[in-house]
């Protein structure tokens, strides 16, 4: 199947400070790609639809100015959490959808969070 | 609005018994139906999908699901677990037009025992 790669993996930041996290549509450009987050054995929570040179469209209760989605090309989207607080910990997915597979949406690695 | 239920937490099989881990839907119209595998630490893996076609659809690692319209269910099965398959799995709705993304179930943990 297609490949979703997400950017980084684990990271470790300070609280107040910002930090980015990047997915990309290895073989398949993606107009629109989905960000999720996830807490410790939960089932992934919609925060925002992404898509490519627009804004995104956040879900209800997420904040838009905290966490800030950029789609600047076909392969491309970015969710940078600004500001960070130790509730912003989690694990966060991104999807993006395969309009050469059917519609498939195929998911990124996931980047682990940690506020400290 | 879509959703999807996923009755079980926890489904325990025996290592070659079949598996069979539960999934109805709630949506307008005809449904886009999607199973996926997590592992530990990582993100999802996709399985398999409904969109139209034999109701009866194959996927990935010998897994296989039905969509019943009737029940509007979508059980994932397999004939034969293996260890291996121990994970969180995922059932998925969304809906057939327009970027929509997937609306996501509780999710059920498969262990599958040696």
């Known amino acids: 199947g297609a490949v979703v790669s997400q950017h980084p993996s684990r990271v470790i930041c300070k609280s107040g400070t910002s930090v980015k996290i990047e997915c990309r549509s290895l073989?398949?450009?993606?107009?629109?790609m989905f960000w999720y987050r996830q807490f410790p054995k939960q089932s992934l929570m919609l925060m925002a639809t992404s898509n490519e040179g627009s804004k995104a469209t956040y879900e209800q209760g997420v904040e838009k100015d905290k966490f800030l989605i950029n789609h600047a090309s076909l392969t491309l989207s970015t969710l940078t959490v600004t500001s960070a607080h130790p509730e912003d910990s989690s694990f966060y997915i991104c999807?993006?959808?395969?309009?050469?597979?059917?519609?498939?949406?195929?998911f990124g690695e996931g980047s682990w969070l940690t506020v400290v | 609005a879509q959703s999807v239920a996923q009755p079980e937490d926890q489904v325990n099989v025996a290592e070659g018994n079949p598996l069979t881990v539960k999934c109805t839907y709630s949506?307008?119209?005809?449904?886009?139906l999607f199973w996926y595998v997590q592992y530990p630490n990582r993100g999802l893996q996709f399985l398999l999908k409904?969109?139209?076609?034999?109701?009866l659809v194959k996927g990935s690692y010998g897994f296989e699901a039905e969509f019943n319209k009737s029940q509007t269910s979508f059980h994932l099965k397999k004939p034969s677990a293996l260890v291996s398959d121990s994970a969180l799995y995922f059932c998925a709705v969304r809906a057939p037009s327009g970027n929509t993304p997937l609306v996501f179930g509780k999710g059920t943990r498969l262990s599958v025992i040696a």
């Open positions: 073989d398949f450009q993606a107009t629109t």
């Open positions: 999807s993006a959808i395969d309009r050469n597979s059917g519609n498939t949406i195929y």
């Open positions: 949506v307008s119209g005809n449904p886009y």
């Open positions: 409904y969109i139209t076609g034999d109701n």
